[in-house]
C-alpha cells in the first residue's frame, strides 16, 4: 500500500530523530562532543523547519502563529545565542503543549496532520533545548577551546608581518616569504597555517603520471602521496615550467604545500581532491580543463586551507568547492573564471554538518561566469576585496541560514544588474544574510541586501587575530587583474609594479 503524504512527513521526521540520536553517539574529545552536540541541535531545529514546509505544501494545512519563531531560534542558535533559543523553545514547547491540551476539551478543530506533527516537534524541541542547555554548561566550564586561541597561540609577530609588506597579495613573492616562509603571508580564516614548512622538500622534476596506482618518483602524484609516509609533511616545488595532465583525480594528504612560485605549471585533466586531511597550502599554479569534477574540491571535515594565487577555469561541475563539514578555508587572488558555476560553498540544504563553515574569499577576479561567486550554505563566508566582471544569472547567493558579508567588492556587471538571485516576487529561501558593506556597484549594478534576521558582524570583532589587510575599491580592479592567477615572469612583474 502507499504511503500516505501525513505518514510520508511522520517518517521523515523519525529519520532525522534517528540520525540525531545516532551522532550523539560519537564522539571523544570535549571539540568533538561539543560539536556533535551543535549538529545535533541544528539537525532537530531544522527538522522542525523542513517538517513545516512539507506540511504546508503537501497536505495544504495553515500552520499555527507557534511556528512563526522556529526560523529565528535557529538563527539564534547558529549565531551562538544560545541562552535566547533556549528561552525561545521552552516558550515554543510550552505553547505548544497548550494548543494541544487545549485541543481536547475545545470545540476548535485542529487537523490530525497538524496535531500529529506538533506532537513530533514537541519532542524535538525538548531535546534540542536539553542539548543547548549542555552546551551552555560547557562553555561556562571552559570544556571546549575556542577557535580564537587556536589562531592566537599560531599568529606571528606583528612586528614580522610589517616587515614582510603583509598586503595580502605581494608578499607571497617577497624575500622575506621565500621557500616555506610562505606561511607569514596566510590571511583570513587560514591564518596560522603552516603546510608542509616542518617537512622534507620534494622537487617536481617530470611531468607526467604514468602509473597513478604506482606513482614514479620525480612526478607531481609521488610527492603528494609522501606526505602520507611522512608525519611532517611536504613542502613541493617545481624545477621547471610544464603542463602535467592527471590520469586521475589527485588526492592531497595533510601538511602538504604544493608550490609553483617561480615556474608556470598547468594540471589538466583531473581536479585536486582533499577529504578528512588538514593543514594545506595550495599556490600559484593553474588547474584547468577538468571535465566532470571540480577543479579542487574540499569535503568531509576538511579544515585549516589556503588556496592562493590559482587560476582556475573550465570545469563542467565547477571550480573551487567546499563542502561537507570543512572549515577554515581562504580562497585568495585567484583567476576564476567559468562558463556556469563558480563557487560552492555548501553543498546540501540538508548539511546542516556545515554549520562550522569558515570561509575568506578575498581578492579573486570572478570573470564571465553565471552563478555561484560565491554561493554559500549554513555557515559563515567573508567575501571581501574581490572583482566581479559579468556574471548572468547571480554573483552571491545564499541559503539556509548562511551569513554572507559582502565587504569593499567591486561589480561591474554584463548580462544581469543585480549582484544577488532577487527579482520580484522572489519567494524562494529567505533564512540567509547577505550584507553589503562599502562596495563599489559600476554601470547600474544593484545589491539587494537579505537582512530580515539583521546585520552581521566582521570576523575581526569575533576572531582577534583574524588578519586581512583591505583596500579602498577606487584602486582594487588594477590590483586585483594584476595580480590574480599564476604570478611568473612579466606578469609577476607586473603585479610588483602595481600601487
Known sequence: MEMSKVSMLIFVLCLLMVASSQAMAVGGSCDLISNELKNNVTRDLYGIEVGLKLLMREELVEVGKEFDQVPMILHDFLSSKYREAERSLESLVHRLSSCLGTNLTSSVYIPEPMIEFSKLAIIKAKKAQTLIHQLIQRKEKNTTADHEQVLESSDPSNEYFDSCLFDGTKCQYLPCALGNKL???????ASGITGGAGGLNYVVTRSDDGHPKNPSPGTLRFGVEITGRNKGGVWIIFKESMEI??????????NTTIDGRGVNVTII???????????????????????????VHVFDGTRRVWIDHLTSRDAHLGLVTVLQGSTDVTISNCYLSNHNYNMLLGASDQDTMDRVLRVTIYRNWFKSSTQRMPHCRWGYCHVVNNYYMDWFY?????????KVLSELNVFEPGRRLEVTPWFDQYKSDLTPTIESSKDLLLNGATFHQFLKYGTLSSPRDNFPMYKLPTRPTDSLASLVTNCSGVLFGSKLSDCLATP
Not at 582533499?274 to 599554479?285: G, Q
Not at 547571480?394 to 548562511?402: D, E, L, N, T
Open 394 to 402: 547571480y554573483a552571491i547567493g545564499a541559503r539556509v541560514h548562511a
Open 245 to 254: 595532465k592527471l590520469k586521475e583525480k589527485l588526492w592531497i594528504n595533510s
Open 269 to 295: 585533466g583531473k581536479g585536486l581532491v582533499l577529504a578528512r586531511v588538514e593543514n594545506v597550502i595550495l599556490h600559484n599554479f593553474e588547474v584547468v580543463s577538468t571535465g566532470q569534477s571540480d577543479t
Open 183 to 189: 606561511p607569514i603571508c596566510a590571511i583570513g580564516f
